[in-house]
């Protein structure tokens, strides 16, 4: 009595989205199952949409999808106690459409990215967790749910199921999640008046500033703070490496409301109403922390199989590109009339190989590891450029030759020549 | 049996804000949910059809958005569902929605008698109570408001038997059929959907009617036209400025304070003073 669809997709996330869009586009019957009350209700994100993702799977997006601005500054601040050192990057390019990125709100993105999916064909059912998968020998052969009668089944079944990935934890897919391989992240949506935002940032329009922040705001945890602006709110959040969290005993709230209380940013959300708080974990191990994708009659896509690239915020892009690519991979299996085994399934991988995806990810590889280790980069350097900068531009009868000076001893007082060259080989050999 | 039940979609109050600005309702982006004293009812029709089987339809009046609330009847089990919905009812106050409503269900009762009306108590966005007890007035319906739960129905002696809150007591009232129950909230837990149902109220096709396919033929009973109630002003109630008396007395001690404070009170309610009084005698 159960029935049978060509292919299930566990999640209306970003991953599961484009999954399922790019299937039913093609033909095939698809049943997508989320648990929240509607596609968007529990995911978070900063969140910044990369155009280029979204336009490979709906070209002209822009045309309906729910976007708030497009981003045409990008601030980056490396922050004291109290101050920031930081480089601005504007340019009248990204005021030209097609533009780049956008700041979006989940909760309207994805109940439009879903409705798209839906329109293509596929059928969505709300308020329904997959409790596990259905098994023939080591074959995947369908979901059940928690619902009275909930077993379906399918040829194929796509987990896009985000970071805890219960599923894939439980079939043995994916080890559990180590704690040095997530960030926990945690963020407000405050309330402003559209021309108030205008004002403050310096922007017209729909045009919209990025704020990335690094330094003594994680307190020496590995992690970085964001302020995004809406249409008519601002985020601004935070986010840390789980297993610092623990080590440091500090809560992340308590962490966003001090950063929120840091001179340099608290008059920036002054007046703002809080309208949202949310916290979520993001898979930050990188491309070591990447589990088996696929297997027999089953794949993972977006966060579920960690795919994010953490040294440039890059999530729900790469959640959209695995999502169409194992899309893809299905697509011509069932053309061809092969079944989808793991070594058929083998081609999935392979272009994600060959993509974007796999490449940035790989580039990145050492990245954690080395931030893990050496702390300096979060709490010394931040202090002593600000240092730097302060005495530098501060006017007080000092030579300059003299401040220099003084400068290059506070480097190399804090931290020996040896130690400095160290970390400048490190970095570079993170992002070799 | 037919049971008919009334379901409005509404904004979901808890999720409402007002705009720190200009001070009004910010509705976009607030989700829509099904009132929740309907839900309340549609449970109790429901388990009247587990019971004596038939045929429950869920109708509503609304904006073509209000489809979802109907598919999520429909997911609850309900059989057959209606949406109402027409340019000519924007509008509308409680005479003329219940005027609607009622002509769309004896519509209904065209293709099958109906023998009961569920409705909420009320709504949370409305909160008039009103549209129930119009229904039953313009359908010639027996009308049960206040009910808590049906105890009983009788197909042969076609009798219903339903428990009512009233202030001081439960009542037990027994009335005849065709009646229209107007539900108390907290009474009952909506069932959690089955897959098969959940399967059909994606798929399931709805019956949209407009004003002609609801049987309705007199525009002036309905939307703007047919709403004689006129809302002449909406403001938010001053907080009431009651400030707390600290009480003391000379001594501190708490026999002293005690004292202090029932004087107090018996000099500013003579009545509470003379009751204490007598009952002390
Ligand atoms: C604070 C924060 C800021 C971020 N900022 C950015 C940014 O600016 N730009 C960017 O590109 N990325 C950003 N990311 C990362 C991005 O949010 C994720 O990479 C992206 O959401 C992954 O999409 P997904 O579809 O794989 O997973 P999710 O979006 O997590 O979706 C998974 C879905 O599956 C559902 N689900 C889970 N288990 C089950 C089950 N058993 N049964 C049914 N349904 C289930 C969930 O309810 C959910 O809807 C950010 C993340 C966070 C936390
Ligand atoms: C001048 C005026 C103009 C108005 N204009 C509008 C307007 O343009 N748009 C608008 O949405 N509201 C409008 N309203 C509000 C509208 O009158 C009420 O929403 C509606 O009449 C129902 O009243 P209520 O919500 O108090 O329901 P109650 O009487 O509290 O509801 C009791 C029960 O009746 C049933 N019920 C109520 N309404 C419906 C319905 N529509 N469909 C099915 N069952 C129902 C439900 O079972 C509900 O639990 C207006 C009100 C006035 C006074």
């Known amino acids: 009595m159960a029935e049978k669809f060509d292919a299930i997709v566990v999640g209306a996330g970003p991953s599961g989205n484009a999954a399922a869009y790019t299937l039913a586009k093609s033909g095939l019957k698809v049943l997508q199952l989320e648990r929240g009350e509607y596609p968007g209700s529990k995911n978070v994100q900063g969140a910044i949409l990369y155009s280029d993702a979204l336009e490979r799977i709906i070209p002209d997006f822009r045309e309906d999808a729910p976007l708030e601005r497009h981003i045409i500054e990008q601030r980056m601040w490396v922050l004291d106690d109290e101050s920031f050192v930081g480089t601005h990057y504007r340019s009248d390019e990204f005021n030209k459409p097609p533009y780049n990125r956008y700041t979006i709100i989940r909760a309207q993105f994805d109940k439009w990215f879903s409705q798209k999916a839906q329109e293509a064909g596929a059928l969505l059912l709300c308020e329904t967790t997959v409790s596990d998968l259905i098994m023939d020998g080591d074959r995947v052969v369908g979901v059940q749910t928690d619902r009275l009668g909930g077993s379906v089944h399918a040829d194929i079944v796509i987990l896009a199921d985000g970071v805890n990935s219960v599923l894939a934890r439980k079939a043995g897919f994916r080890p559990e999640l180590n704690p040095g391989d997530v960030a926990l992240a945690v963020k407000e949506i405050h309330f402003m008046p559209e021309e108030t935002i205008q004002s403050r940032f310096n922007i017209s329009g729909e045009s919209g500033v990025v704020i990335e922040m690094v330094g003594k705001i994680t307190k020496g945890m590995m992690g970085t703070g964001f302020l995004y602006t809406n249409k008519e709110s601002l985020t601004i959040g935070v986010g840390c490496m789980l297993s610092d969290f623990k080590k440091q005993k500090v809560s992340p709230n308590q962490l966003l409301e001090e950063m929120k209380n840091h001179p340099s940013i608290k008059p920036l959300i002054e007046g703002g109403e809080m309208k949202e708080y949310a916290a979520h974990l993001i898979p930050e191990g990188g491309y070591k922390a990447i589990p088996q994708i696929y297997g027999e009659g089953w794949m993972i896509v977006g966060d579920s199989g960690m795919f994010v690239n953490a040294v440039h915020r890059e999530g729900s892009n790469l959640a959209m590109t695995t999502g169409r690519i194992a899309a893809e991979t299905i697509i011509e299996l069932a053309e061809k009339q092969k079944p989808f085994s793991a070594r058929n399934l083998a081609a999935y991988r392979e272009k994600l190989d060959a993509s974007f995806v796999m490449k940035d990810l790989k580039k990145y590889r050492n990245m954690p590891g080395i931030f893990h280790r050496n702390p300096q980069f979060f709490t010394t350097y931040p202090e002593l450029v600000n240092q730097a900068a302060h005495t530098m531009i501060k006017v007080d009868g000092i030579d300059k030759k003299t401040k220099e000076r003084e400068i290059r001893n506070s480097f190399t007082h804090r931290r020996s020549l040896f130690g400095l060259m160290g970390d400048a080989f490190k970095m570079w050999r993170a992002f070799e | ?281």
Request: hydrophobic share 45%; net charge neutral.
């Open chain 2, 1 to 281: 049996m037919h049971i008919v039940v009334c379901i409005k979609q509404v904004p979901d109050s808890a999720q409402i804000r007002v705009h720190p600005v200009t001070n009004t309702i910010m509705r976009q982006g607030v989700p829509a949910i099904v009132n929740p004293y309907d839900l309340f009812s549609l449970e109790e029709a429901l388990r009247l059809k587990d019971i004596h089987g038939g045929r429950v339809t869920v109708i509503t009046m609304g904006p073509p958005q209000a489809e979802a609330a109907l598919r999520k009847c429909i997911s609850f089990g309900a059989d057959e569902a209606i949406l109402v919905t027409d340019r000519a009812f924007a509008g509308a106050d409680t005479l003329a929605t219940s005027y609607a409503l009622a002509t769309a269900i004896a519509q209904i009762a065209k293709d099958q008698a109906v023998d009961m009306v569920f409705c909420g108590k009320q709504t949370i966005d409305g909160d008039t109570a009103q549209v129930g007890p119009g229904i039953a007035k313009r359908m010639d319906m027996q009308l049960l408001t206040y009910v808590s739960q049906v105890d009983s129905l009788d197909i042969t002696s076609r009798t219903v038997q339903v428990q009512r809150r009233a202030e001081g007591g439960v009542q037990v009232l027994t009335t005849r059929l065709p009646c229209l129950v107007t539900m108390l909230e907290g009474t009952n837990e909506m069932r959690f959907a089955t897959m098969d149902n959940m399967f059909r109220a994606a798929r399931y096709q709805l019956k949209v009617w407009d004003r002609v396919a609801a049987g309705i033929e007199d525009v002036s009973k309905i939307g703007l036209k047919g709403s004689p109630t006129v809302v002449s002003k909406v403001f938010a109630p001053q907080a009431k400025t009651q400030r707390a008396e600290i009480i003391d007395s000379e001594s501190g001690e708490p026999r002293d304070l005690a004292l202090t404070l029932i004087s107090k009170l018996f000099t500013q309610h003579p009545a509470m003073s003379e009751a204490v009084v007598k009952q002390s005698a």
